[in-house]
């Protein structure tokens, strides 16, 4: 009789060391390091400054699109779009900036390197007062990359990626992990580096393909991206994606897109049902899971 309740005592506790574990796995957040946000962003003599605006290139994509949203501040001016193509629906925020650092990047609950630290889009971008937001490159999917954000460097590990770099003087683009390392790029004045990819547009060409090995990009996806289009003009894409309506788009169609937008540089960032836009405190797409889901970082921007 006791040999009986010794191995129900033992395979309950086995059963609970099990439980534990898969919870402190999956989903009890810990590890990582403090990050904290900037310090408020402002420009002396703000009114010597000329009015913002969307400068010589004209988008005949954009003409085609329904304007959606419009905000504009002394800091940032951006304009919401709404077009289907690729019977799917397309989310384009046409962003010009003051200045760079006006784009800023979180991690859900200010944590880096650890597990399980998970929040909204819409969450990170009310605490931080910001106008405008979307999902990142979920930096910490991967356990290798360059990883700077707001100028901070948080990880300094060589992978086979490309990255994609935001710079202080207002340009973007693409550059290979192993050819150089994040003291460089930080030397450089790197404002934000993502590690997520691939790169869509390099010089204005379509620079995608579905042939190199990762099946996400050869399947149609809801996706992200932002890409760069003259001085401080920005395109930030989400598009909608495995639903009857919206089918979502392949690495070369989203390509496709960012080239329509004028983009010299552009950059795919996590997609799926991480495929999360913002703006003025209302997710403004429809993410595949039906909600909003969860995610370990953004990009925003405070009015």
């Known amino acids: 009789m006791i040999w009986k309740w ?15 574990f898969l919870l402190y796995t999956f989903m009890i957040p810990h590890g990582g390091s403090f990050v904290s ?29 329904i304007q959606i949203g419009y905000y504009e501040s002394p800091y940032v001016l951006i304009t919401l779009y709404q077009v289907r193509l690729y019977d799917s629906d397309i989310y384009i925020a046409d962003v010009v900036v003051r200045d760079p650092k006006v784009i800023l990047t979180a991690f ?16 990170m971008a009310e605490k931080r007062d910001a106008i405008f937001a979307i999902n990142s490159d ?35 683009s693409s550059i290979i992990d192993q050819n150089t390392s994040a003291q460089q790029l930080s ?11 691939p790169p869509l547009v390099n010089h204005f060409l379509n620079v995608a393909r579905i042939d ?5 990009n050869e399947v149609d996806n809801p996706r992200t991206a932002l890409g760069w289009v003259e001085d ?16 979502g788009v392949d690495i070369v169609e989203l390509a496709s897109i960012m080239v329509m937008l004028g983009c010299q540089e552009a950059y795919n960032l996590d997609g799926g049902g991480s495929s999360t836009m913002v703006f003025d405190g209302r997710v403004i797409n429809t993410p595949s899971g039906g909600k909003e889901r969860k995610v370990g970082d953004c990009v925003y921007i405070i009015g």
């Open 6 to 20: 010794i191995s129900i005592i033992y395979h309950l506790l086995l059963s609970l060391i099990s439980i534990l």
């Open 37 to 65: 946000d900037p310090e408020a962003f402002y420009l002396e003599h703000i009114n010597e400054y000329p009015d913002l605006s969307y400068g010589n290139t004209h988008i005949p994509l954009l003409d085609q699109s």
């Open 108 to 123: 859900a609950n200010q944590r880096f390197g650890g597990h399980n630290y998970l929040e909204t889009v819409s969450h």
């Open 138 to 172: 979920h930096a910490e999917h991967y356990n290798q990359g360059i990883v700077i954000r707001n100028g901070q460097i948080l990880r300094d590990s060589l992978s086979y990626r490309k990255a994609f770099v935001l710079w202080e003087n207002g340009s973007m």
């Open 187 to 197: 030397e450089l004045n790197a404002w934000q580096v993502w590690s997520f990819g």
């Open 212 to 216: 190199d090995g990762y099946i996400r």
């Open 232 to 247: 401080y003009r920005y395109m930030f894409v989400v598009i909608d994606g495995r639903t009857q309506k919206s089918r």
